[in-house]
């Protein structure tokens, strides 16, 4: 096959990510995805068991081709779709709001989770972790890594930990100014905001008074 590539496929620290066109038809899409993975990627599926997460940019899928896609990477045995991820779309989504994505555990060094939406999470960010997502992130442990909300420019997104004490804080394009300006030492949980392009702290009890818009409950 000549031309551009319509399919790139990443290793990551959990598997691969394969980032599809989303210009292209989706004939030709499924033809490049069969020919890497029987000749070019062959060494894929010998291995052992993989996961891999579908990202598939501004393309909607009908079902009928959703199953297409899902058909193509079954039939490889050792490749297990984890996710499909596609951009969110304006139309179908109330300005503000979002869906809350809930993952359960530790984020460790080295280690990065990405959401469309809000995130929820339900453990610590280490030193070295990284959660980023385009809405706002909830932290229901220590924030002790890189935090980044509304990473597509959503500069009404919040950070929120029960402890408070990242290495980086970054809304929109924003990033966090040095520790001391926004660590406090009060016990209770706190969230990090945006307000005349500065980064500022408050305590969460306060949050309803500057983020009102829905959140749609979506557990992950």
């Known amino acids: ?19 599809l066109d989303d210009r292209c038809e989706m004939d030709e899409l499924l033809a490049e995805l069969n020919d890497k993975l029987e000749r070019s990627h062959q060494k894929l599926l010998t291995g052992p ?3 891999v997460r579908l990202k598939l940019g501004n393309r ?10 899902i058909d193509v990477i079954r039939r490889r045995g050792n490749l297990i779709i984890r996710s499909i991820e596609a951009a969110p779309d304006p139309e179908e989504q109330p300005a503000g709001a ?7 555990g530790v984020i460790r060094s080295g280690q990065t989770v990405e959401r469309e939406g809000h995130l929820l999470l339900l453990g610590d960010v280490n030193p070295g972790g990284t959660v980023c997502c385009t809405g706002d992130i909830y932290i229901m442990g220590a ?23 990242p290495t980086q804080l970054r809304i929109a394009d924003i990033i966090s100014r040095p520790p ?23 305590k969460i009890s306060r949050l309803n008074r500057f983020r009102k818009d829905p959140i749609v409950f979506k557990g992950v």
């Open 143 to 165: 924030l002790r890594g890189t935090a980044h909300a509304g990473c597509r420019g959503d500069a009404g997104a919040v950070i929120a930990a029960a402890l408070m004490r």
């Open 180 to 202: 001391e300006e926004w660590v406090s030492d009060d016990a209770q949980m706190e969230f990090a905001y945006l307000e005349d392009g500065r980064m500022r702290i408050d």
């Open 98 to 104: 979002g869906t809350l994505h809930v993952v359960s």
């Open 60 to 69: 909607r899928l009908t079902e009928a081709d959703r199953e297409r896609l």
């Open 49 to 51: 068991l993989v996961h």
């Open 1 to 19: 096959m000549t031309g551009k590539q319509r399919i790139v496929i990443k290793g990551v620290k959990d598997g691969l990510v394969f980032l």
